[in-house]
């Protein structure tokens, strides 16, 4: 079992619908959950974290996190073209700002097509 | 502010050769990882440094793999021989000790013929 699992898609939604992107980690004692984006031959750049359980937002972005599912979701409302791009779900044990916050574990990466 | 910048872009060389990758941190964060990404796999991690001080290796494949941070600042991977199955794209990511986000390069694209 991958310690980080993503459904590598390629999930494609049209130009204004809620792009739904999903996530399941293996270990109970993770703490802290990313999601990156990655455009093509680009570096992943973040875009949300969250730790604690709920919904987290930030502009057009919800994080959705249940650690008792071992599930964590990024919810893009108003998709646009430019959204095309490789979503990177990633964890890690530390807590927030803890000397290691930065080793991740990533899954594999969802491709995500926005269509006009 | 500059980012994360790795260098070369892309590099292509034979099995046995000798390369060397650079990566240069956003100027004052402390820590400093590096990644690999083999096609058709996940990114995973290979080694943290915290100034020049190397905090976990865990993730580094094999002896063939050497890294340094001389100074606290930049870092080299340098691998040596190179292997056919060391292709891959290897990212370096930095981070500060306060809110320790990590902020990753371009990467490196790797071929090993």
């Known amino acids: 079992q991958k310690e980080v699992e993503q459904n590598s898609g390629p999930l494609s939604v049209p130009e204004g619908a809620i792009a739904s992107l999903n996530c399941t980690y293996s270990d109970r004692g993770s703490q802290s959950f990313f999601w990156y984006r990655q455009y093509s031959g680009k570096s992943p750049e973040l875009i949300m974290f969250i730790y604690s359980n709920g919904d987290k937002e930030d502009g057009r972005f919800t994080a959705q996190l249940n650690k008792a599912s071992q599930y964590v979701s990024l919810l893009i409302r108003d998709s646009q073209p430019s959204d095309s791009a490789t979503y990177l779900c990633?964890?890690?044990?530390?807590?927030?700002?803890?000397?290691?916050?930065?080793?991740?574990?990533f899954g594999q990466g969802t491709i995500l097509t926005v269509h006009p | 502010e500059a980012g994360v910048t790795q260098f070369p872009s892309h590099s292509v060389i034979e099995k046995g050769q000798t390369v060397t990758l650079r990566c240069d941190p956003i100027s004052g964060h402390d820590n400093l990882y590096w990644y690999r990404r083999v096609m058709g796999k996940e990114i995973k991690f290979l080694l943290h440094f915290v100034k020049e001080s190397k905090q976990d290796e865990s993730g580094m494949p094999n002896n063939r793999f050497l890294a340094e941070r001389t100074g606290g600042t930049y870092s080299t991977l340098k691998v040596q021989p190179a292997e056919l199955e060391d292709s891959g794209v290897y990212f370096c990511?930095?981070?500060?000790?306060?809110?320790?986000?990590?902020?990753f390069g371009q990467g490196t694209r790797l071929t090993v013929v």
């Open positions: 990633a964890v890690n044990k530390a807590a927030a700002g803890g000397t290691s916050y930065g080793k991740l574990t």
């Open positions: 990511a930095s981070s500060d000790r306060v809110r320790g986000e990590a902020f």
